[in-house]
Structure formats: C-alpha cells, structure tokens
C-alpha cells in the first residue's frame, strides 16, 4: 500500500509551504519531485504522485502556487481554469523554480530515500522541473510538453544532468518551431532524449483533460520509468 501526507518545505527564504508525499509500499526507494500543472496539487497530480510510488519512488508534489494561495486544488472546468491561468499569470516562475529545488533539498534530507532524485513536471511543471535541473540540484529531469521552455534557453547551459524531454505533435502552444529551438539548444548534451507524440495534444498525461491520449500517456510513463531507472540508480 502507498501511504500518503503532506509535509513542510523549507523555502529558500526562510519560510515553509507543504508539498503531497507518496511513499512507496516497500517504504523507501529513490526520488521524485513531482511538479503541478497550473490546477494545483489536485486529485489527478496527487494520483500520479501514487502511481510512482507504486512503481517504487518517493515522490513529493510540492505545492508550488503556495506564495499566493496554499494548497490550490483545481478541477478543469471552466471557473477552475481561470482561476489556474490567474494564478499562473501572477507567478513568479523563478522563485517557483528555487522553491522546487528546495523541495529536492528536503526530498534528499528524508530517510525514506534511498537513491537519487529526479524532477518531474507537466505543462507548467515542466519548465519548473527544466529550471530546477539548471540548479544542479536534482540528478535528473523529466519535462512533459514544458510550456516556455523555448523562451527560457538562456538556462540550457547550466543544465547539466541528463534530461528527458515529452512534446505532443498536436500542441498549439509548443509548436514544433519552439521544439527545434530546445533541440538545438541541447543539441550538445550528451544526455538530453526528446521523444514527440505525433497524434497527441498538450495535457495527454492528465486523464481528467479532453486531450487525455491513453497511448500516448503509456508510452511515455513507459519511457519516463525506464530513464529514471536508468539514471535514479541508488
């Protein structure tokens, strides 16, 4: 069985904010941080937090939107997106990203883990998992469709851990020109792995969204398993 709780994080200015851990049923293993979309640690999120954990991890979802409101839980309907592109648009995303290292920090500190640490993110949550691999604090990095990314390039030097990188074919907000770019810009990463989704659309992991892609989400939770165990290696 997983168990599940929400803990105290240390901010990197001294104060807390809480992030949703799922241990794994054996009690220990490696780590994932595992970053929100803009709804929030919501149902869907803390149910991927468990479904790593029981593939073995200990995963903490931090609560990232915690500088303007605590524990921000979303549905997708319409009063609960713009809510969430509210709180997106006011975010401060460097801060979020210096928050979501400080959540590796504290990841690192448990007992219950047992290896390294990965930074996992969706939408949102990828650019912030992009941004925390450019601290240097996690060992590795999982960014599924990372929206601004390719507006953030400046960072690609300063990540130096291996990285994996999720885009859906069909995405109207990452289109395949802002793809190139962030290829290009890794181009000389030695473990940089870009894996597109032709016949899917931004969101294909969240089984709650229209644009969920069962196929596609496999596939890729298939390869995002099979880099961590590649790279998580206690």
Not at 40 to 56: F, K, M, S
Not at 165 to 191: C, N, Q, T, W
Not at 197 to 219: E, I, M
Request: proline share 5%; aromatic share 10%; with cysteine.
């Amino acid at each position: 069985m997983v168990s599940t709780q929400w803990i105290d994080i240390p901010s990197p200015d001294g104060k807390t904010f809480d992030g949703y851990l799922a241990l794994p049923p054996t009690g220990s293993g490696p780590g994932i941080v595992l970053i929100q979309e803009i709804w929030g640690v919501n149902a869907h999120i803390r149910t991927v937090a468990e479904q790593y954990a029981l593939d073995g991890y200990v995963v903490l979802a931090p609560d990232v939107f915690w500088r303007q409101e605590r524990r921000v839980d979303l549905t997708y309907d319409e009063e609960g997106s713009a809510k969430a592109f509210k709180l997106m648009q006011a975010a401060d995303f460097a801060l979020a990203g210096e928050d979501v290292a400080a959540a590796v920090d504290c990841l690192r500190q448990r007992k219950e883990v047992s290896g390294k640490i990965a930074a996992m993110g969706y939408c949102m949550g990828g650019q912030l998992a992009y941004r925390a691999a450019a601290t240097g604090k996690p060992d590795a990095a999982v960014c599924y469709y990372g929206g601004g990314i390719h507006n953030n390039l400046d960072l690609a030097e300063r990540v130096r851990v291996p990285i994996l990188f999720h885009y859906a074919g069909l995405d109207k907000m990452i289109p395949a020109e802002a793809i190139s770019r962030v290829r290009e810009a890794f181009s000389d990463h030695p473990s940089a792995i870009f894996h597109e989704y032709a016949n899917a659309d931004h969101g294909f992991n969240c089984w709650a969204r229209p644009t969920y892609n069962q196929h596609a989400a496999a596939l890729a939770h298939g390869r995002s398993l099979q880099f961590l165990a590649e790279h998580l290696d206690a």
